[in-house]
């Protein structure tokens, strides 16, 4: 039944054909219809949230600095795409440029459905709990922070999901997981209803383990899933939502047709 296909949820945009967090691979996993993207944020030195996931611009922009010491004027001048492939003039430079989560989330309300948006808080950070504050303002102020809101916010630190709790107490909190072995202490100080988002090694690596957490009866989002085999053992779990590069994939590998594809 449809009502039993997890959630596909478009991995930084659909990250594995056009570059990482910028709007061009978000435009595209809405074209396609993902049921959700997934973002990172971090605070620019002027207190702008952008998407990116690397502290340093390093390796999607090619500069040696760090986001958080950038004020977002100066980041607005870089490139952001052409490390993913060869620099194409002439793209629309919004699509490859540095991406705000105001226009991230402006783009996904004008998308003409309902698409969810998962938001990683990235720490540590020298901001600390700054970014939290500054996301849960953004999030006020695009009228997304209450109980019907799409977005939920995930992070693999339980104080900063505590934190945005507090500050938006109707919105849904991910608790992602890296290691299996941390599970018995997160289990003891997380929210009683947050969901849960370990990585997809993990659940190779420990299926019983993997078994449990969906028998807890907490929506479980796994990361990063890109390959059939490992869309088939999500399928046999019963995850709620599988987080992907490759969102057009995914939706063929769960026997959905991507918007937009032939036939």
Known sequence: MASMSPQVVAHR?????????TLGAYVEALRIGADAVECDVRLTADGHLVCVHDRSLNRTAGVPALVSEMELKDLESFEFASWKGPFQPDIDDRYTRILTLDTLLETVMNAGRRVEVAIETKHPTRFGGLVEHKL??????????????PVRVMSFNYAALHRMRRLTPDLNMVMLMDKAQYWPMLRRVIGEDWWLGPGIKEIRD????ARRLVETGRP??????NEAADVQRCLRLGVAGIITDRPAYVMEQLGRTPMGAAG
């Open 13 to 21: 945009g659909a990250s594995h054909d056009i570059a990482e967090h």
């Open 136 to 149: 849960a303002r953004t999030l006020k102020y695009h009228g997304l922070d209450g109980a019907d809101s």
């Open 220 to 225: 479980v989002h796994v990361w990063t899933v």
């Open 206 to 209: 420990h299926p019983k383990w």
